[in-house]
């Protein structure tokens, strides 16, 4: 077990090459299964256990494709993936592929594939390549258990998934690098660093603002109202209709309360005056309606 710690092997690449050999062993088992149909149906060919043990493996390795292909690759079944239990069950498929290598083989020896030696050939050939790759996931599941005995981890499979995880404090579609530069603040004006630097340079001047606002705006909230219409009741709700004829919105907001717009509170009660008749608008009350 010693060559595996000698040679130089990335354990990021262990899931994808262990995959891709299993992948390889699905598509020779569905030739394998095509092909003995083939020859089932071959004229003088003999259907017996030697030819009919490689048509029952294909479906005897479904189980153990999924189980060796898929259980490490997700969280919630890793926990399933025990490596003393992957090298077992590759290695059992390794040695019932090798039978169905050997027994495939001894059916052309019997001349009992009759016009469909040909196909019987191919599926020898076929069985052969099937058996080196269930050899080649035999040796990788020997060092996944090599590794996870020194690391407590299975090689790789604990990674997948994590580069595709995006940043909530970076732009998915950023074209920045992926780094602490990625971090950097954006200055999105090129004259920002220049504006900065004269204005700690000069003095402050309470005047060099004054200019600012000399120019009359388009919105002025409080410009002047329009004359309101002649109020038919008592003058106390006069005084909190009228907007003053001229005020400045940028005037002295501490100025007195004339130079500025009232809010309309209704009348006290000492504005009444209880003595004088009731004043009725001036109207034409001659009118009546037929």
């Known amino acids: 077990m010693a060559i595996f710690e000698k040679l130089d092997i990335n354990p990021d690449k262990v899931p994808n090459t262990k995959l891709g050999l299993h992948l390889f062993q699905i598509v020779l088992g569905v030739v394998i299964f095509i092909l003995e149909i083939v020859l089932f149906r071959a004229e003088g060919s003999i259907i017996n256990g030697n030819n009919g043990w490689p048509f029952g493996l294909c479906f005897l390795s479904i189980p153990a494709w999924v189980y060796l292909a898929m259980a490490p690759r997700f969280e919630r079944t890793r926990k399933a993936a025990q490596p003393h239990a992957m090298v077992i069950v590759d290695t059992v498929f390794a040695i019932f592929w090798l039978s169905a290598f050997a027994s495939q083989a001894a059916y052309n020896t ?19 390549f099937e058996l080196l790759g269930w050899v080649a996931t035999t040796a990788i599941s020997v060092y996944t258990l090599r590794y996870y005995q020194r690391t407590d ?24 690098p992926h780094d602490e530069e990625a971090y950097a603040p954006v200055h999105m004006d090129d004259h920002h660093d220049d504006h900065d630097q004269g204005h700690h340079e000069r003095p402050y001047d309470p005047d060099s603002f004054a200019g600012r606002f000399d120019n009359d705006t388009g919105y002025r909230p409080h410009s002047t109202s329009p004359a309101p ?21 940028y005037g002295d907001p501490y100025g007195s309360q004339t130079s500025r717009p009232h809010i309309y509170a209704p009348p006290a009660a000492e504005d009444y005056d209880d003595d004088r008749p009731v004043q009725f608008p001036s109207a034409n009350y001659d009118r009546t309606l037929h």
């Not at 981890?153 to 074209?175: C, T």
């Not at 008592?234 to 909190?240: C, E, I, L, P, Q």
């Open 110 to 128: 019997a001349n009992s594939c009759g016009q469909g030696c040909a196909v019987s050939k191919a599926i020898v050939g076929m069985a052969f």
């Open 153 to 176: 981890n299975l090689p790789g499979y604990d990674k997948i998934g994590q580069g595709q995880n995006i940043d909530p404090d970076k732009a998915a579609f950023s074209m920045a």
């Open 229 to 249: 219409l002649e109020n038919p009741f008592d003058n106390a709700y006069r005084t909190h209709s009228q907007s003053p004829a001229h005020s400045d919105p």
